[in-house]
Each structure stands twice: as structure tokens, then as C-alpha cells.
């Protein structure tokens, strides 16, 4: 079928107005102010780094980007929130690495209902945060063999922020690796757990860098070992779990970007892109080293690929030892 002059025009002018819709909604993007969910509460890691990184992005969009806590459910319902908000760009999650497990350490009916692999879209893996056996040098050892030799005498504990935490699985993994009992003593965040650790009360933790590295200097606490495959540039000097003979005992945490399911390829591709730049920052750099963090970046599949992967490992591990939040 022959077309008309006119008609060929039209149809031209029509399939360039198509294929131009998804560029000239990214470059109007953002239009308004963007909200960037914490799903804890004000004062922790997540939520301090996420203000530190709205700071920079709103800077770099020209528009604001409001952090907004809501806590609750081991971070569930935050997240859930995000899940369920429009695909447009302006409702965005900060998450740790909890995110992938929160739900299978629930108590059945406990936690929001969203699925934590397909319901999101992953945009960033912004940070990782290496996990350190960290020890009150006088209650709980100066070194990991004497830590173990300790714990096989007598009755000893380990703080984490939470029970279901990565902190709390790394312990768990330690236990069954060296052959001990140590008991778990799960605290409602980091610095409670840090408090009683540094008076005492608990000899041992499982955490990440930042929060025990002020307390080092006094020599009432140490870290013992961590629990990466290579050392952390963050404490060159402290050994690893698998240097020490400990194998197969590595936890990681890290943190990323997300937002609701079948947010557009455009957006994502905006977000991600001032994110790496925005990571090479050394006034961002030396902030997140402050918080035990070394900066991540790389395109979404890394922080898709961060999810799945300890969706699949944890929760296996969640199940062989039973491991529930409170």
C-alpha cells in the first residue's frame, strides 16, 4: 500500500515523537523535590550517610533531597513504602545490606509484604562496610587466640545492633568456625551495643569499622580480626578470619540505592550517573571512612547482583540456625 506525501509526514513525525518521550522525560527530571527514604531511625550510619549524599545530589540536580526516617519492622516498612510508591523517581531508598534478609529473620506475619529481589530496582551499590571482631582488651582478649581460648572456659558474649543483623549471622558463623558458645546479646542499634562493650559488660562485638575505631586508642578495645577475604584498607594491620584459620567465615555489609519496581532505564541511568561521581568525592571519602565505609559505585548489576547473592547465601544460613529477630 502506496502512502500519500501527507501521510508518510505524519507517520514520521509521530515515531520521532515516540522514541524522543523517554529522553525528554529524563531531562526533565527531577522537576520537584526528591524524597530519600531511611527505613531507621535518625543518628545511625544509613541515615547519616544518606544526608550526606542528599546534600551532594540535591547540589547536583537543583532540587532538594528530603532524607525521611520511618522506622520500624527491621527496616520493612520503610522499604515497603518505597516498594509501593510511584515508578517516577521522587520516592528513593537508602538501604544496608539488612534489606536482603530483614524479611527472613521476621517472625512469620511480622514484616511488610514486598519482594526484596524483584519489587525494587537497584540504581546504585553506593558503600561497603567490612565487619571487624572488635574486643574489650581486658574481658575479652587482645588478640583472637586468646578471645577462643577464653570462650572455651568460660561462659562469654557478643553484642550486635540486632538480632537478624549481618552482624548477628557473622557471629553465628564465627561460632560454629572456632568451635565456641558464645551467646548473643542483641541491642536495639549500634552505640548501645558499642557502650557495653567498651564498659565491659559484653566482651566481644561483631560490627563495622567506624563505630569502635574512637575507642581504639585508649586500648580499652581492639579489633581482633576482619571478615573480608583480603585486609581492609581501612585497618591494614588487623588480620583476617581466614589468616587466622578461621575459613569460611565472611560477612560483608554494604549499603545502595534502590527504588520502586520498573522505575525508567532513564532515571536510573541519572541517578546512577552523579552517584559515581559523587563517590569520587575525598570530602565524601573521608566522611564515609569515618563511618567504616568504602565507596562502591559501578552500574546497577552490582548492586543487583549484592542483593541476590545474600538473599540466596544468608538466607540458608538464616534457616540452619535459626537465626529471628526480636
Not at 544518606?50 to 545530589?57: F, G, V, W
Not at 540536580?61 to 517516577?88: E, F, H, M, R
Amino acid at each position: 500500500m502506496k502512502l500519500t506525501r501527507r501521510q508518510a509526514l505524519a507517520m514520521a513525525v509521530s515515531l520521532g515523537t515516540a522514541a524522543c518521550a523517554g529522553t525528554a522525560w529524563a531531562q526533565a527530571y527531577p522537576s520537584k523535590p526528591i524524597t530519600l527514604i531511611v527505613a531507621y531511625p535518625a543518628g545511625g550510619d544509613t541515615d547519616a550517610m544518606a544526608r550526606l549524599y542528599a546534600e551532594k545530589l540535591g547540589t547536583r540536580l537543583g532540587q532538594p533531597v528530603i532524607v525521611d526516617n520511618k522506622p520500624g519492622a527491621s527496616g520493612t516498612i520503610g522499604t515497603a513504602y518505597v516498594a509501593k510508591a510511584p515508578a517516577d523517581g521522587y520516592t528513593l531508598l537508602l538501604a544496608p545490606s539488612t534489606v536482603s534478609i530483614a524479611q527472613l529473620v521476621l517472625k512469620t506475619g511480622a514484616g511488610a509484604s514486598y519482594d526484596v529481589i524483584n519489587g525494587l530496582t537497584p540504581i546504585v551499590q553506593t558503600g561497603v562496610q567490612p565487619l571487624f571482631v572488635a574486643a574489650n582488651t581486658e574481658t575479652g582478649g587482645k588478640d583472637l587466640k586468646d578471645l577462643v581460648a577464653k570462650a572455651k572456659t568460660k561462659t562469654l558474649s557478643y553484642a550486635s545492633p540486632g538480632s537478624g543483623s549481618p552482624m548477628h549471622i557473622l557471629g553465628e558463623m564465627f561460632n560454629q568456625s572456632a568451635g565456641v558458645k558464645l551467646s548473643h546479646v542483641p541491642y536495639r542499634g549500634v552505640a548501645p551495643a558499642v557502650n557495653d562493650v567498651l564498659g565491659g559488660h559484653v566482651p566481644v562485638t561483631f560490627m563495622t569499622l567506624g563505630p569502635v575505631a574512637p575507642h581504639f586508642a585508649s586500648g580499652k578495645v581492639a579489633a581482633l580480626a576482619v571478615a573480608d577475604a583480603q585486609r581492609s584498607p581501612l585497618a591494614p594491620n588487623v588480620p583476617t578470619l581466614a589468616e587466622l584459620g578461621y575459613k569460611g567465615v565472611e560477612v560483608g555489609a554494604w549499603q545502595g540505592l534502590f527504588g520502586p519496581k520498573d522505575l525508567p532505564a532513564d532515571i536510573v541511568k541519572i541517578l546512577n550517573g552523579h552517584f559515581n561521581e559523587i563517590l569520587k568525592m575525598p570530602d565524601v571519602q573521608s566522611k564515609m571512612a569515618v563511618f567504616g565505609a568504602l565507596p562502591g559505585g559501578g552500574d546497577a548489576t552490582r548492586l543487583a547482583k549484592s542483593n541476590a547473592g545474600d538473599y540466596a547465601r544468608f538466607g540458608k544460613i538464616i534457616k540452619d540456625f535459626g537465626i529471628q529477630a526480636d
